[in-house]
Nanobody
Framework: QVRLVESGGRVVQAGDSLRLSCEGS????????MGWFRQPPGKEREFVAA????????SMPDSLKGRFTIFRDDAANTVYLRMNNLTTEDTAIYYC????????????????WGQGTQVTVSS
């Protein structure tokens, strides 16, 4: 059974940093692209980052580059999202997902999702 479990979300102050983790099980983790999405309150789910089977391939919106970093540890079956200099606009539920086929930016390309972890940034 494929399973993804996120952790690390909490309430932080603007300007703080946070690292989210997502541990996968039930599949060969190293063979899959992995992604992070987020859903702010009252808004649609949006793409945050994706990482390829090799750690050097990364996709991320330009608006997040420089503050967010995605990396993976295949020995631990875990993908991480490091977020720096958080703002209130980063408040959202963050989801990790396993990519199947298609565009990294589209949620429909992902065939397995975690339950999400809440990140709240207070001003």
């Amino acid at each position: 059974q494929v399973r993804l479990v996120e952790s690390g979300g909490r309430v932080v102050q603007a300007g703080d940093s946070l690292r989210l983790s997502c541990e996968g099980s039930g599949f060969v983790f190293s063979r899959y692209f992995m992604g992070w999405f987020r859903q702010p309150p009252g808004k649609e789910r949006e793409f945050v980052a994706a990482i390829g089977e090799g750690p050097s391939w990364i996709s991320m919106p330009d608006s997040l580059k420089g503050r967010f970093t995605i990396f993976r540890d295949d020995a631990a079956n875990t993908v991480y999202l490091r977020m720096n200099n958080l703002t209130t606009e980063d408040t959202a539920i963050y989801y990790c997902a396993r990519r199947n086929v298609g565009s990294n930016w589209s949620a429909t390309s992902y065939d397995a999702w975690g339950q999400g972890t809440q990140v709240t940034v207070s001003s």
